[in-house]
């Protein structure tokens, strides 16, 4: 069974730094791009970027480019997504999930992540 | 950047209702259409790939259609499990972009 599972809520300061991270199994975890996903409180879907486990190649939708890095770490099948300098307005859901061919065909049950003072 | 866009919005319907949502793509975007359900607090579940195919598992009365820029999903007798929030994502072999959502909701 194909699971993606991924690390827990967090609350965190403005200006302070947090990486999350999601767990792949039940499939060949280096063969298959990894997408992060935003959700802000009561909004739709961001995709922010994906990563190829097999050569940690990264592609970055415009929006999240230089805000964030995506990496992996295929020894332990697992992706992360990693802040420098949390802002307020970072506070959001995040979903890992599979890309299969053009389409997100599994996710991870998503990490709740609060940026406040 | 590809934008898409949802019609409508928000929409009202009863069970056994058929219902339309549409996606219209900035740009053509081939085939490569998905649409997803997502239920509060929930993540997103994959419906639709390649515009048109089924994911298996997901009940046959979900169908996608359409090409280019113009994509639709229709549920053919709504069922009270289906009222949710649905999205439409396109992907360039770059990076995907999702439509603003279609919250189905109880008439």
């Known amino acids: 069974e194909v699971q993606l599972v991924q690390s827990g809520a967090e609350v965190k300061k403005p200006g302070e730094s947090l990486k999350i991270s999601c767990k792949g199994s039940?499939?060949?975890?280096?063969?298959?791009?990894i997408a992060w996903v935003r959700q802000m409180p009561g909004k739709g879907l961001e995709w922010m970027g994906i990563?190829?486990?097999?050569?940690?190649?990264?592609r970055y939708s415009p929006t999240f480019q230089g805000q964030v890095t995506i990496s992996v770490d295929k020894s332990i099948s697992t992706a992360y997504l990693q802040w420098s300098s949390l802002k307020a307005s970072d506070t959001a859901m995040y979903y890992c999930a599979r890309l299969s061919g053009s389409s997100l065909d599994y996710w991870g049950q998503g990490t709740l992540v609060t940026v406040s003072s | 950047d590809i934008q898409m866009t949802q019609s409508p919005s928000t929409l009202s319907a009863s069970v056994g209702d058929r219902v339309t949502i549409t996606c219209r793509a900035s740009?053509?975007?081939?085939?490569?259409l998905a649409w997803y359900q997502q239920k509060p607090g929930k993540a997103p579940k994959l419906l639709i790939y390649d515009a048109s195919s089924l994911k298996s598992g997901v009940p046959s009365r979900f169908s996608g259609s359409g090409s280019g820029t113009e994509f639709t999903l229709t549920i053919s007798s709504l069922q009270p499990d289906d009222f949710a929030t649905y999205f439409c994502q396109q992907y360039n072999s770059y990076y995907g972009t999702f439509g603003q959502g279609t919250k189905l909701e109880i008439k």
């Open positions: 039940g499939y060949t975890f280096n063969i298959y791009w």
């Open positions: 740009q053509s975007s081939s085939t490569w």
């Open positions: 990563i190829y486990p097999g050569d940690s190649e990264t």
